[in-house]
């Protein structure tokens, strides 16, 4: 029961209903805060307990000093808990087996169960390998039961066996356009103590792309798997109260443009500003121009990014889009009357107080994709053709001649091109005045001819032709970020519908697919007849999932495949997702760009990364005619006249009416029962993890690090996509050898993400990234590594390594650049870390998240000084290091920083002292714990 200090608590009528409120102005100085720290001054207010929620700290949030640094720790508490399958399972697991540790602490395990609503969507278990026909969807749904039968028991237990837990089934969509369309509450009704309250809709998430719910005016992200789990059980997340950057939006988005050319936009003028570990808080006259699908989508991209939040305020845009997607009428009035209520309703003419400032007209947005490594690396669409020419270099090693265009007097600052902003063709651009006809013949500004490889390919049905460099052998509608957009999608059918009445196919080396994130899309498609005209094109229905966006898209069209791995072609990908990290999408691909599911449909019909979609011919029609993009790209009036006429709430209240039952194949899953799991010892896909084997009621002191070994030595911006398993298992791996080994046949491996409740599995597959470099192990790409502990530290895997270094009883280090741990909140990143036996990473800088999992596995994050890097200490990861001053965590207080020693085979020592980043005092507690799964673990038994 709250303390209640500032006299907060107060009543609020809505149409006849009274619910308890904490009322904001009661606090001093809460008229300048920001909307998103509002929310947090409501949560403060309403759950202060006198100990990890104080008065003090209360009033420090409504003092915030928006040109501090980050220095006042609060404790926010979560209305909910959303999560993913993949970083789910492991959540349920790891309840599961608290369950068991608690009992054996002598506490009770039914107290193991969620405080907190949890919500959980399986939808990253799809995988695209069937495509292009009419059964696309039912195989593949047919393949994903076979493949994860023994998880979707596990999930059925845990949806009976847990309270306030909930399974959206298989086939449904994907978490996060399944969130904002149905589970945010945005305003939540609660009754607690018997009391009806109302406060503001907060989550956290298992998914880094927990923020698309930003765009609902819902604070929230994406946290480990770990954190979420301490949040269910009721444990507050622990946090410094940010900065948070104001980004004011003016204008409109001019025509041509779409929501996915707006967030690129976004995303490079964030990741340029340096907004990791801040809010992000859209204000200004320019919001009220911006459709909530879009607020959304913008919202989606926070981790792209790095901010922890991308957050629109609440205004009639959410009321209309709560509306459209089937929410009850007094749900919406107590959203608008509370948001008025507490200030938290959107008013244009009030600028609030912000750390920083950062502005964008929407009438400067131009058309682009992103590529080909990383989602912030923006391409103007008109300049596709020039960039892809130069990037592929890359990739393709020294060409054999090459020869140059003199553009040395060109500019290529913005404001002296002309701006292509309408691909229509109503203002091409003008960058350069040569011609510029179909084919390989005009390189672009600056950019140097390239050796073609044309390769011939014979398809099994006799079709002919020639793959290059740069073939987009991928072209996928996917992922939450722009499939949960109505206008971005009606937008590429009405694409397909005018290619297929000029005559237009996907050149036949294209995979082609469409995954949304709703069934709605599908309703809406086939109420618009355009369902036709993709299914015309390949890219017909292959599932409800993320599909390509996180890897699961399934092989290459065979022949293509074998082409290029024989011929080490360098081609591409193009979807519609949010992520685009080197070996993400596919092995065989390594060259992956972001685009809208407009452009996608185009790039499917081009076939190829090197044109120029302004200039060039897409294809012929049926006369043998050129056909441009501009000739089959819809109008604004076009698409919205489709979404107006095709979409209504009764598609939504239809297909959430019993979202959480499933179909007869989820509900005919035999289903255990117990309190506690019975663990087959036999299974490959869950198993009980050791976290607790031994775990003593209390924590022994933490000591310091002596004789540790570097296990990797790693460059920048190392995402978790290259340290968590993740994608497909190959039968060399030691991933692999321990399935084939455990009588799991080939075709039956599935991947990484479906197996994450085995940690037998991830352990193995941990930093074993196709494309990771591993400084030590130089010459090699994937999990490789030497193991110092043998003589001649010959170069073998991560994993093997491991092993060797643990019966030697060697700790582990990693040392590692900038932005290490960037992308998605991957728990196995820092459980894998953890099992492995790394004690201490050693980064130039962190991603928030990935730094957070790190303590909460108990694994010590230390950064380089500032300037200095491991390559300027003189540092190769041949040395043994040594880490003295870890033991003053146990005095009650966090030290600035630890001396490291760095012993070389010369007898020569490099010492500095290395930044201690545990930031926090609750992130203090989890390290001297052992972790936090221990801390929660050891504070409910000692409750019983």
């Known amino acids: ?163 306030d837990f909930k399974v959206v089934p298989p086939g449904t969509g994907i978490v996060h356009q399944v969130n904002i369309e149905n589970l945010a509450r945005v305003i939540f009704p609660r009754t607690v103590d018997g009391v009806l309250q109302a406060y503001p809709d907060t989550c956290v998430g298992t998914d880094s792309h927990t923020t698309m719910v930003n765009g609902l005016g819902v604070v929230g992200w994406g946290v480990g798997g770990i954190e979420a789990e301490a949040a269910m059980l009721g444990q507050p997340v622990s946090m410094l109260i940010p900065r948070v950057v104001g980004f004011k939006l003016t204008g409109s988005l001019p025509e041509g443009t779409t929501a996915t050319d707006l967030v690129l936009t976004i995303t490079e003028m964030l990741r340029e500003h340096k907004v990791v570990g801040k809010f992000v808080e859209f204000y200004g006259e320019g919001v009220s121009q911006v459709p909530l699908a879009n607020r959304a989508t913008i919202g989606n991209m926070s981790p792209e990014y790095g901010s922890t939040i991308a957050v629109f305020p609440i205004d009639e845009k959410t009321i209309d889009y709560m509306r459209l997607t089937g929410r009850d009428e007094h749900q919406l009035a107590l959203v608008e009357a509370y948001s008025k209520e507490q200030g938290l309703w959107h008013d244009a003419s009030n600028e609030p107080t912000f750390s920083e400032y950062i502005e964008l007209d929407l009438a400067t947005v131009v058309p682009s994709i992103a590529g080909p490594r990383r989602p912030q690396d923006r391409i103007r669409l008109d300049e596709s053709k020039a960039s892809f020419r130069e990037a592929v270099a890359a990739f393709v090693g020294e060409p054999e001649h090459e020869h140059t265009h003199d553009y040395s007097g060109y500019d290529d600052s913005v404001e002296s091109t002309m701006i292509a902003s309408d691909p229509t063709g109503a203002n091409p651009t003008d960058v350069d005045d040569s011609p510029a006809p179909a084919g390989h013949d005009h390189p672009g500004p600056g950019v140097k001819d390239r050796v073609y490889k044309k390769v011939p390919v014979t398809l099994a049905d006799g079709t002919t032709f020639e793959l290059d460099h740069g073939a987009v052998t991928i072209a996928s509608i996917t ?83 074998e082409a290029i791995n024989e011929h080490d072609l360098a081609v591409s990908a193009v979807l519609s997702g949010n992520r685009n990290f080197e070996g993400r999408i596919n092995p065989d691909v390594q060259m992956n760009y972001l685009a809208s599911p407009m452009l996608v449909i185009v790039y499917a019909l081009a076939g190829t990364m090197d044109i120029d979609l302004f200039n060039e011919p897409i294809g012929q029609d049926t006369d043998g005619n050129d056909v441009f993009m501009r000739d089959i790209w819809p109008s ?68 310091d690090i002596t004789g540790a070994r570097v296990l990797l030595k790693l460059g920048d911006s190392v995402t978790t996509d290259h340290i968590s398993p993740a994608g497909s298992i190959k039968a060399d791996s030691p991933a692999g050898v321990y399935l084939s080994e455990n009588g799991v046949e080939r075709r039956d491996f599935n991947s990484y993400g479906s197996r994450r409740g085995n940690h037998e599995v991830m352990i193995r597959g941990t930093f074993a990234n196709i494309r990771l470099r591993n400084q030590i192990a130089p010459g090699t790409e994937g999990g490789f590594t030497r193991d110092f502990s043998a003589d001649g530290a010959p170069v073998t895997t991560v994993y093997d390594a491991s092993v060797a270094y643990a019966e030697a009883g060697v700790p582990l280090v990693v040392l590692a650049g900038k932005e290490y741990g960037s992308g998605s909140s991957r728990d196995w990143a820092a459980k894998g870390t953890a099992l ?49 001053g870890v033991t003053a965590l146990n005095d009650g207080s966090t030290p600035e920083n630890v001396k490291v020693s760095a012993s070389r085979a010369d007898g020569s020592i490099v010492v500095f002292d290395a930044v201690v980043r545990i930031d926090t005092p609750g992130e203090r507690s989890y390290y001297l714990n052992g972790g936090i799964m221990q801390y929660v673990l050891r504070n409910l038994a000692a409750a019983a």
């Open 1 to 163: 029961m709250s303390i209640n200090s500032f006299g907060a608590k107060a009543n609020l009528d809505v149409e006849g209903t009274t619910y308890e409120i904490f009322r904001v102005d009661a606090v001093e100085g809460h008229n300048k805060l920001p909307f998103s720290l509002k929310v947090l001054l409501e949560n403060l207010l309403r759950t202060e307990d006198g100990a990890n929620i104080t008065a003090e700290h209360i009033s420090a949030l409504g003092n915030w000093d928006a040109g501090a640094q980050p220095n006042q720790e609060i404790q926010f508490t979560p209305a909910r808990v959303i999560m993913q399958d993949f970083t789910g399972v492991p959540c349920v697991v790891d309840l599961a087996t608290m369950r068991e540790a608690v009992e054996a602490l002598g506490g009770d395990p039914a107290k193991i169960n969620p405080l907190s609503p949890a919500e959980m969507v399986i939808d990253h278990s799809v995988i695209a390998e069937v495509f292009g026909t009419a059964g696309a969807f039912q195989q593949n749904t047919d393949i994903e039961y076979q493949r994860n039968r023994e998880r979707y028991q596990f999930l059925r237990w845990g949806q009976t066996a847990f309270d």
């Open 479 to 561: 992922s939450c970020t722009n499939t949960s957009n109505p206008s971005v999608m009606i937008g590429a059918a009405l694409v397909a519908k005018k290619a297929v009445e000029k005559g237009l196919n996907r050149k036949p080396w294209v995979k082609t697919s469409l995954a949304p994130g709703s069934q709605v899309v599908t309703d809406y498609y086939n109420k618009s007849g355009l369902t036709q005209y993709l299914d015309a094109l390949g890219f017909n229905l292959v599932g409800y999932g993320c599909t390509t966006c996180i890897g699961n898209s399934g092989p290459l069209i065979a022949e293509v495949s």
């Open 636 to 703: 604004g009036a076009e698409i919205e006249e489709v979404v107006g006429s095709s979409i209504s709430a009764e598609m939504f209240t239809t297909r959430y009416a019993d979202v959480f039952a499933g179909d007869e194949r989820w509900q005919s899953l035999p289903t255990p029962d117990g309190e506690t799991f019975a663990w087959d010892e036999d299974s490959t896909y869950v198993r009980k993890p050791p976290y607790f084997d031994g775990m003593p009621a209390h924590p022994e002191p933490v000591v």
């Open 836 to 884: 492995l036996g790394v004690r201490a990473v050693i980064a130039e800088s962190y991603e928030r998240i990935h730094r957070s999992n790190l303590i909460g596995m108990g694994v010590l994050p230390l950064q380089f000084p500032e300037g200095e890097t491991a390559d300027s200490l003189g540092l190769t990861g041949e040395e043994t290091f040594s880490f003295e």
